[in-house]
T-cell receptor
Framework: AQSVTQPDIHITVSEGASLELRCNYSYGATPYLFWYVQSPGQGLQLLLKYFSGDTLVQGIKGFEAEFKRSQSSFNLRKPSVHWSDAAEYFCAVGANYGGSQGNLIFGKGTKLSVKP | DGGITQSPKYLFRKEGQNVTLSCEQNLNHDAMYWYRQDPGQGLRLIYYSQIVNDFQKGDIAEGYSVSREKKESFPLTVTSAQKNPTAFYLC????????????FGEGSWLTVV
C-alpha cells in the first residue's frame, strides 16, 4: 500500500540556521511527490512538487527538495530559516486511489518551530 | 480571484444534530475532496468526487455524506452517526490527472458542544 512517513513530529531550529525535513514514501511506480505548508488554522499551500526529470526541485519561499529513488526519500531543505517559516509541513504522494488517479496520501506532518 | 471558499469558518454542533459544511470553487476543477485533520494525524480523506453527480468514499467516510450536483460545489454533511466529529475540515480541488496540484480552502472548525 502507498504510504508516506515523516519521522520527525516536531523540529526546532534557530533563525538563520539550515533546515532539512525528512520524508519517506512507499510507492510501486514512479511517484508524484509534494510538499505543503500549513500555518495554524489555515489551509495548505503548495511549496513544491516532483513529477520527473531533475531530482532537485526548487519551490517557493526559498525551499528545495531532492528526490532520491534509492532511498525512497523526498527531503525538504532550506539554507537559512526565517521566523516566518514556523508552521507545519506535510509531505504527500500522488496515488492511484480506488481506481481514480490523482488523490494524495499525506504524511502526518512535521511542526517547525524557529528560535530567535 | 480564483480559489476555494469554505464556510462557515467555525461551527458548533449539538449532540445528535446534522451539520453541513459548504465548499465552493471557481477554479473550474473537476475533482473535489474533503479531508479531516486531527492533531498528529495528518490529513485523512473523507470523500472525493472526480466529476459532477459522482463521488467515492475515502478512508473515513462513516458518519459523513456528500453531494455533487454542481461542478463548483461539494458540500459535506456531518451526521449524528459520526461519533467524534470535532476536527478541522479541509476542502480541496484539482484537475483529476495524476500529479496535478491540489488546492485547499482555508478550512472549517467543527466543535461538538
Amino acid at each position: 500500500a502507498q504510504s508516506v512517513t515523516q519521522p520527525d513530529i516536531h523540529i526546532t531550529v534557530s533563525e538563520g540556521a539550515s533546515l532539512e525535513l525528512r520524508c519517506n514514501y512507499s510507492y510501486g511506480a514512479t511517484p508524484y511527490l509534494f510538499w505543503y505548508v500549513q500555518s495554524p488554522g489555515q489551509g495548505l499551500q503548495l511549496l513544491l512538487k516532483y513529477f520527473s526529470g531533475d531530482t532537485l526541485v526548487q519551490g517557493i519561499k526559498g525551499f528545495e527538495a531532492e528526490f532520491k529513488r534509492s532511498q525512497s526519500s523526498f527531503n525538504l531543505r532550506k539554507p537559512s530559516v526565517h521566523w516566518s517559516d514556523a508552521a507545519e509541513y506535510f509531505c504527500a504522494v500522488g496515488a492511484n486511489y480506488g481506481g481514480s488517479q490523482g488523490n494524495l496520501i499525506f504524511g502526518k506532518g512535521t511542526k517547525l518551530s524557529v528560535k530567535p | 480571484d480564483g480559489g476555494i471558499t469554505q464556510s462557515p469558518k467555525y461551527l458548533f454542533r449539538k449532540e445528535g444534530q446534522n451539520v453541513t459544511l459548504s465548499c465552493e470553487q471557481n477554479l473550474n476543477h473537476d475533482a473535489m475532496y474533503w479531508y479531516r485533520q486531527d492533531p498528529g494525524q495528518g490529513l485523512r480523506l473523507i470523500y472525493y468526487s472526480q466529476i459532477v453527480n459522482d463521488f467515492q468514499k475515502g478512508d473515513i467516510a462513516e458518519g459523513y455524506s456528500v453531494s455533487r450536483e454542481k461542478k463548483e460545489s461539494f458540500p459535506l454533511t456531518v451526521t449524528s452517526a459520526q461519533k467524534n466529529p470535532t476536527a478541522f475540515y479541509l476542502c480541496a480541488s484539482k484537475q483529476p490527472l495524476l500529479g496535478n496540484t491540489i488546492y485547499f480552502g482555508e478550512g472549517s472548525w467543527l466543535t461538538v458542544v
